[in-house]
């Protein structure tokens, strides 16, 4: 059921592309997380008993009442975030279906292994769900986040505490009436809405939550790894990137082209997985950067509501951290190929927080701009000549999420992906998922791995049984 905060207190919660309020949302703290948790612990028993088909049957229920309310979860996602309806419609919600799904069919196939001791015993392992869990997802991509994390969870026999970000709450509070709709027997999934230090921080504290599930910025993981590690909490850590385009001179130019122009500014650059960095083999490189600088001039950015390219970024503030990493990367010398400033937008939108997509160029591989995650339309260009320069650039950095690769040939990209740091490498492609690979970073892009098996095996623990032959 729906319940107000105990605090009684609410947030505002923003339309990005009016820069108005348009709704509120509570402001729940450590005594909301305590009548989560403990909603939740008594629904462990009966939620954790249930065979997988049934569990798998209420998947499967919410995923396709999400589908049938599709235009409504979009319309509400674009909303809150800034993103184009279309990219809502098309990406994030079909993409939350698909958690739903994915994990409805994943749990029945999981199994574990035995092992023989000829003669003498047979062991095997029992894979049992950790009891109450902890989800805490970003605002970049909403629904989609929360879900892959929740769905998993659930079809493992958790039962969930889950804080969406307060700056975009309402699908995570379209999904809860889904539930209630479904039938979700009360407790099994918990929403708690409010801001990340009181009830986020309540729930990396909290003694009865077996395992963290985070996807959120580094400083954050950083915090809640330090809170959650005296408890000896299981934590699973999706952080920030900054991410390497490589770009051969072999490579198929034209999907190249287009495919970067998305990999730079898809959902105003706001995925973790956008390719920041952009390394161009010296002969190609005045090609590219001719090529480039015209089509992202030719990026329409504005009403999320219409067929635009770009909508809003997510909040004032995230729109000064991105103006001010702008202006860093002018101090550090470099040059503004395109963009740079923010958009005033006509009509209803003329208070959004509109940023043009930004290309910069001229600064080394080692300096702020191309150190730090800015996570906004802001990318750098730079040539390299030889395969080892350009993975030495790649590697530089402190983060190891994703990398994308363009070329022809095949030596090479193998080459290049067993040697760069990063937890995904994309050969001549960008965000092309399938949900049963391991998905995670390396450094201090993330801990531990979401997707597939890998994160069944997070939301639950072995142990093994021995069995002695007479
Ligand atoms: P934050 O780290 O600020 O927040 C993420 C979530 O954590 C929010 O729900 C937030 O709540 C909550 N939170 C904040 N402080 C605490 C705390 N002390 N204890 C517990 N929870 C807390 O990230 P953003 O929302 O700004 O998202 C952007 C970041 O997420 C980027 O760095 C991006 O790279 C990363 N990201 C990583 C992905 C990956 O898969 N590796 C995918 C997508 C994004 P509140 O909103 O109230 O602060």
């Known amino acids: 059921r729906l319940v107000g905060p105990t605090s009684r207190q609410t947030i505002p919660n923003y339309d990005p592309a009016t820069g108005r309020t348009y709704s509120t949302i509570p402001d729940s703290d450590h005594r909301d997380i305590e009548k989560a948790y403990s909603a939740a612990e008594k629904a462990f028993s009966s939620w954790s008993r249930l065979p997988v088909q049934d569990r798998a049957k209420y998947l499967d229920n919410i995923a396709r009442a999400i589908d049938k309310n599709l235009k409504v979860f979009a319309q509400a996602e674009s909303r809150d975030n800034g993103k184009p309806v279309w990219l809502a419609t098309k990406v994030d919600i079909p993409r939350a279906v698909a958690n739903f799904r994915f994990f409805a069919q994943a749990i029945t196939q999981f199994g574990s292994e035995s092992f023989s001791m000829p003669g003498e015993a047979i062991n095997y392992t029992l894979r049992q769900p950790l009891g109450v869990v902890g989800c805490i997802s970003p605002w970049n991509l909403p629904l989609y986040l929360f879900t892959w994390k929740i769905a998993p969870a659930l079809a493992a026999g958790n039962t969930v505490v889950a804080k969406p970000s307060e700056v975009t709450p309402m699908t995570a509070f379209l999904l809860s009436k889904i539930c209630i709709e479904c039938g979700l027997p009360k407790g099994v999934l918990n929403i708690v809405h409010g801001f990340g230090h009181k009830a986020g921080d309540a729930m990396s504290v909290h003694p009865g939550i077996k395992a963290i599930s985070f996807t959120g910025g580094t400083a954050t993981g950083r915090i809640i790894a330090a809170k959650a590690a005296p408890l000896f909490k299981k934590l699973s850590l999706e952080l920030g990137g900054k991410n390497p385009n490589i770009i051969f001179a072999d490579a198929d130019y034209d999907k190249m082209l287009s495919t970067t122009i998305r990999s730079s500014f898809a959902n105003q650059g706001q995925i973790c997985l956008c390719g920041s960095r952009i390394f161009v083999e010296e002969k190609l490189y005045t090609k590219f950067r001719a090529d480039f600088v015209k089509r992202t001039k030719n990026l329409v950015v504005g009403d999320p509501k219409k067929k635009v390219d770009l909508g809003a970024v997510v909040s004032e503030d995230h729109m000064n951290k991105i103006l001010s990493k702008i202006e860093t990367a002018v101090g550090e010398g470099g040059r503004i190929l395109a963009g740079g ?92 998922r399938d949900l049963r690979t391991p998905f995670g970073g390396v450094k201090h892009s993330g801990v531990g791995r979401e997707g597939g098996f890998e994160v069944l095996r997070f939301f639950t623990e072995p142990k093994n049984v021995c069995i002695k032959y007479i």
């Open 341 to 432: 400033k923010r958009i005033r937008v006509s009509g209803r939108c003329r208070e959004g927080w509109f940023v043009e997509p930004t290309i910069i160029e001229g600064l080394p591989f080692n300096c702020l701009t191309n150190q730090e995650e800015i996570f906004g339309p802001v990318v750098t260009v730079m040539p390299f000549k030889t395969e080892e320069e350009v993975l030495d650039y790649a590697n530089s950095v402190s983060y190891g999420l994703s990398s994308t690769i363009w070329t022809q040939n095949i030596d090479r990209a193998n080459r290049m992906a067993e040697k760069i740091e990063a937890g995904i490498v994309w050969i001549n492609c960008w965000l092309l």
